[in-house]
């Protein structure tokens, strides 16, 4: 890990475990509270080790979330705190501050617009209550969503997070990932790609490929814009040289002092004339706009915000 400049997380679901009969939300079927305890022993013993062994971990995965002491749960939130502090909880215990929240689906579609605050992190089950899909803008956490989805085709339910043999075909297409990219990217959150790994114990070759591509096209994509600025304010424009074919436009805010974009409008100048090209409401970290067509200027405007708006990136690609 340390090698290649990698930061290690690890899936460490406390919900589901077939071989001691425990179903989600992390409750033993039988129901018996001498039997639930011996459950919470066995993966508290397993966190303590899985958390002090392999040095600091940048995510932790909480699959189905986490149950909470109320609900005969451990005190996982006081294990997290102690020995991985800074790591990233997906779903993680209620109070921790560093949780990231589910956005509904695994086919790395965020829902629009998607705010880096909610008004709940994680029910006791793992699923996010409906409300808290889109988060809040006024929400009473910053809990920012991650996107999951497998690169293969099948759901979870049947095996694309995991290699089954002679299924190079169900590799989504170069297209479908750049799609999901600027649904995920796009939308404030963060994009996790499920890469299964072979009987030989590697990465397939044909899952290689089409990341290797993947990434050479975000890149292409995104590493020269034909314009760019930043700075203070509610309005930004963008002059070209001359009218030129515009793909996509990046805007991007200074999360740190929180999300203050609410609303804004994205115009475009061709032939002469100011055109409506979008109107949205979340940018956070970053919202991409999938934009097709030539203009010689674009023009955003912030509409409505509840504080001072910082721009670190207005960019057209």
């Excluded at 309005?235 to 040289?241: D, G, H, N, P």
């Excluded at 002092?257 to 609303?263: A, L, M, P």
């Amino acid at each position: 890990m340390q090698k290649y400049g990698l930061k290690p997380g690890i899936y460490a679901s406390t919900t589901a475990n077939g071989f001691l009969q425990v179903d989600n939300p992390g409750k033993v079927l039988s129901g018996d509270p001498e039997e639930q305890k011996r459950y919470n022993k066995i993966v508290e013993t397993q966190l303590t080790e899985l958390w002090t062994n392999y040095g600091p971990l940048f995510e932790i995965w909480f699959d189905g979330g986490v149950l909470p002491v109320e609900k005969g749960g451990f005190d996982i939130l006081s294990m997290v705190k102690k020995y991985q502090p800074d790591a990233i909880a997906f779903q993680g215990p209620f109070g921790y501050e560093n949780n990231i929240r589910w956005v509904g689906n695994e086919e790395g579609v965020a829902p629009y617009p998607c705010w880096s605050r909610a008004d709940s992190t994680t029910s006791a089950s793992g699923v996010i209550e409906i409300k808290g899909l889109n988060g809040n803008p006024n929400g009473l956490f910053w809990c920012p969503g991650e996107s999951d989805f497998p690169l293969r085709l099948n759901s979870s339910f049947q095996g694309g997070w995991f290699w089954h043999k002679d299924q190079d075909n169900k590799i989504r297409t170069l297209e479908e990932l750049m799609d999901k990219y600027t649904k995920s990217v796009g939308r404030n959150t963060n994009m996790l790609l499920g890469i299964v790994v072979d009987d030989r114990g590697l990465v397939p070759d044909a899952d290689v490929k089409r990341m290797d591509e993947f990434g050479k096209k975000v890149n292409k994509s995104f590493s020269k814009a034909l314009a760019e600025t930043s700075g203070t304010g509610n309005a930004f424009e963008l002059k070209l040289k001359s009218a030129q074919q515009i793909s996509f436009v990046v805007i991007q805010e200074d999360i740190s002092k929180g999300e203050q974009i609410r609303k804004y409008e994205l115009t475009g100048k061709t032939n002469g004339k100011w055109i409506t090209v979008s109107k949205g409401q979340s940018v956070g970290h970053k919202r991409i706009e999938k934009v097709n067509g030539r203009f010689d200027a674009l023009k955003l405007e912030i509409t409505e915000n509840e504080g001072p708006v910082t721009i670190v990136k207005f960019a057209c690609y």
